[in-house]
């Protein structure tokens, strides 16, 4: 077993066929495990190392002895031939996965550019929330639904991003499945798989992975994706303790040592039949605190605000060490449901730490022509920079009427008190129109350095500002220049190349608009002209005018 086939050139097997069944089975074969060298030549001295080992009757860590029917332990009989009597007894002897709780893919849309969005693209109230059951979905008259579509890696809780047309339960990509395949005969089941399953309480998970797996929580409401496959167990702290382990990490891939994990694999993983209030208590700890990451994600809809300023990095940085803590209450909790030994647990993580379970490459954005790249996000760590940037970006919403400050249950609510939300609520523009000006009411610089001297007060508001944006000027300059140049990109690329808020502006760039995407209608550009683009012309031929006076 070389580990890397791309390091050797050519491999030869000899197989030799034994016809008594008793005896093929009980035939004890001798395998040598090379994973461990970085290359060819390595293998080659590290085999014949081995061999002098083997033939002089010295013991060598990579010879292993194996029992051929032993490898019928794990079902699909991979060709794992390293883990102890211990970890095989463990797949021999507990229940599937599948036997309690069958994983299930769901919605295929055949056209994801057509039928899915992210949820600040429809916006909120165009989307049907909530929902338990296909009847209530329908009852609500609503086009989008929450949709879970996988993603990168996160336990526990999150990846909450997409909504998909199921208007009328579906119709629309029903009657498009049965015109794309028409060898289906009109039976949009074999795409459209599940459907019973929908907007169930469950656990999700991603089907492409760089190598770890996650599962998370489904609340309900949600409608699940082939990527974002999902299962239905009656104990749900028991299952997402078990997959977000590091004893199903390493079981999952001896059962599928690719990137690609289909139902079929999860199905055959062992599972404790019981679990116990100490490891539900862990897990509901783990998905509270992955919650409050999400509540502090402006991309996410249960975002209330990003991380307190200033001293939100160190509050982020504690949360994130208590989680690593209680994940390794989670897995000590697992081996004990399981009864690993010490001997035992040892080996899976000498396995895990040294990256030796083999791994297929893959292509994580394998996506359909038109589809939605998935991303493998790193854990989220913030500094003193991203976190004042995230709070200018906050300041933005507010103005625009993205984010509603002390709006109970509102995207971006904040944890003000009411005095101070009701000052941040008057700075909201019905028409969601700024102009980049300073001699104008509504220059979008000036409102948001408003906005953050209201949150935090003038002084502090300036320190924000200059850690943001590394400077030492006056604030009011230095953020009109950010946002007349650095904000937007970084905007496009925090909104997946989606943005909420356009910004137009001349040809040279010396003057600009803010326009709010929900706010738009089919008067905005005459409203921008006729209040804004218009009243500047005329300001600036007066201007010109007079100075060609004066030097008259």
Not at 118 to 145: S, Y
Not at 423 to 433: S, T, V
Not at 457 to 463: F, L, M, R, S
Not at 486 to 513: C, D, M, N, T
Request: aromatic residues 12%; contains cysteine; charged residues 30%.
């Amino acid at each position: 077993d070389v580990g890397n086939p791309g390091t050797l050139q050519t491999s030869a097997y000899v197989f030799r066929q034994e016809e008594d069944p008793k005896v093929r089975q009980n035939a004890v074969g001798t395998y040598f495990r090379l994973v461990k060298e970085p290359d060819s030549e390595a293998k080659r001295r590290r085999f014949e190392e081995a061999l002098i080992n083997l033939r002089a009757g010295r013991d060598d860590p990579i010879v292993y002895r194996y029992r051929q029917d032993d490898f019928d332990a794990i079902p699909g009989s991979p060709w794992v031939y390293w883990i102890t009597p211990g970890l095989r007894k463990i797949f021999k002897t507990f229940p599937k996965l599948g036997e309690i709780a069958q994983p299930r893919q769901g919605l295929a849309t055949a056209d994801n550019f057509r039928f899915l969005r992210f949820w600040w693209e429809a916006g909120l109230d165009r989307i049907g929330f909530g929902c338990k059951n296909t009847r209530e979905a329908q009852a609500t008259g609503k086009r989008w639904f929450p949709y879970m579509k996988g993603g990168g890696f996160k336990r526990w809780y999150g990846n909450q991003e997409y909504v998909v047309n199921w208007e009328q339960d579906g119709k629309e990509i029903k009657e498009y499945i049965c015109y794309r395949y028409p060898y289906l005969n009109g039976n949009w089941e074999w795409v459209a798989k599940n459907t019973d399953y929908y907007f169930r309480r469950g656990v999700t998970y991603s089907y492409l992975t760089s190598g770890n797996f996650s599962a998370r929580l489904s609340l309900g409401g949600f409608i699940f994706d082939v990527a974002g496959s999902s299962l239905f167990p009656n104990d749900m702290s028991l299952a997402l303790a078990v997959l977000n382990s590091r004893f199903a990490l390493y079981a999952l891939q001896l059962i599928n040592p690719t990137v690609n994990f289909q139902v079929g694999d999860l199905a055959r993983l062992p599972v404790p039949s019981s679990s116990n209030d100490i490891l539900r208590e862990h897990v509901d700890k783990a998905i509270a605190l992955a919650k409050t990451a999400s509540e502090e994600d402006e991309t996410t809809w249960d975002f209330i605000a990003p991380p307190d300023w200033p001293d939100g990095t160190q509050k982020v940085a504690e949360r994130h060490a208590q989680l690593a803590e209680i994940e390794r209450q989670i897995d000590e909790e697992v081996y004990r449901l399981y009864g690993i030994s010490d001997e035992d647990r040892q080996a899976i993580e000498a396995e895990l730490a040294t990256g030796s379970i083999p791994q297929l490459d893959g292509d994580l954005e394998e996506t359909e022509p038109g589809d939605f790249a998935e991303q493998e996000p790193v854990e989220s760590v913030w500094s003193r920079d991203a976190l004042a940037k995230a709070w200018i970006s906050y300041a933005v919403g507010v103005i625009m009427g993205q984010f509603r400050p002390g709006v109970e249950s509102g995207v971006g609510r904040g944890r003000f008190d009411s005095k101070t939300a009701e000052q941040l609520q008057a700075l909201e523009d019905q028409d969601g129109l700024f102009v980049v000006d300073p001699t104008h009411p509504d220059d979008i610089a000036s409102k948001v350095l408003c906005a953050l001297d209201i949150m935090f007060g003038e002084d502090e508001a300036a320190q924000l500002v200059k850690q943001a944006l590394k400077t030492n000027g006056d604030p009011l300059s230095s953020l009109r220049d950010y946002l007349t140049d650095k904000f937007f990109k970084e905007h496009v690329q925090k909104y997946r190349k989606r943005p909420i808020y356009w910004y137009l502006r001349s040809a040279k760039g010396g003057y600009g608009l803010w326009l709010y995407y929900h706010r738009l209608d089919k008067d905005i550009l005459f409203k921008a002209l006729l209040r804004y683009v218009e009243p500047k012309i005329r300001l600036e031929e007066d201007r010109l005018k007079t100075l060609r006076g004066r030097r008259e």
